[in-house]
């Protein structure tokens, strides 16, 4: 559940405004969970097929980045340092993305992010950030 606006203002503001970046649109992202500090955002992967009828590995790697942007800064300003993605197993179909900090220092972050569809695990990200503010 994404968390109550008036208690949260701060993360309101955040996820609409990663709900309404050009790059969700389209793509179709659209954070569905804030929680705990863990943003999951959804994505029904029309439109992100490649030749083999799965869902594109630049598509997925998106889903992947965007819930990682989303969840570092709820917390402050952050940018990417570094990422990278295992992909375990194709998709065909809707997909989430659930990014959750595993380290931080005052300046530098480390998220994991699982990206599944339904109960199957598609693939493994992990985003380094650095705090601007």
């Not at 309101?12 to 970046?21: E, R």
């Amino acid at each position: 559940m994404i968390g109550d606006p008036e208690k949260d203002p701060g993360s309101a503001k955040v996820v609409a405004s990663f709900d309404d970046c050009g790059f969700a649109r389209t793509l179709g992202l659209r954070v569905i969970a804030v929680e705990d500090g863990a943003v999951t955002v959804s994505m029904e992967g029309k439109g992100s097929f490649n030749r083999g009828g799965a869902v594109h590995g630049g598509a997925i790697f998106g889903l992947a980045d965007h819930a990682f942007g989303c969840a570092a800064n709820l917390v402050g300003h952050e940018v990417a340092l570094a990422a990278e993605i295992r992909y375990l197993s194709p998709a065909n179909g809707p997909l989430t993305a659930t990014a959750r900090c595993v380290s931080e220092t005052p300046t530098v972050s480390l998220y994991h992010v699982e990206v599944r569809q339904g109960n199957r695990l598609v693939a493994l990200f992990s985003g380094h950030g650095f705090r601007l503010g």
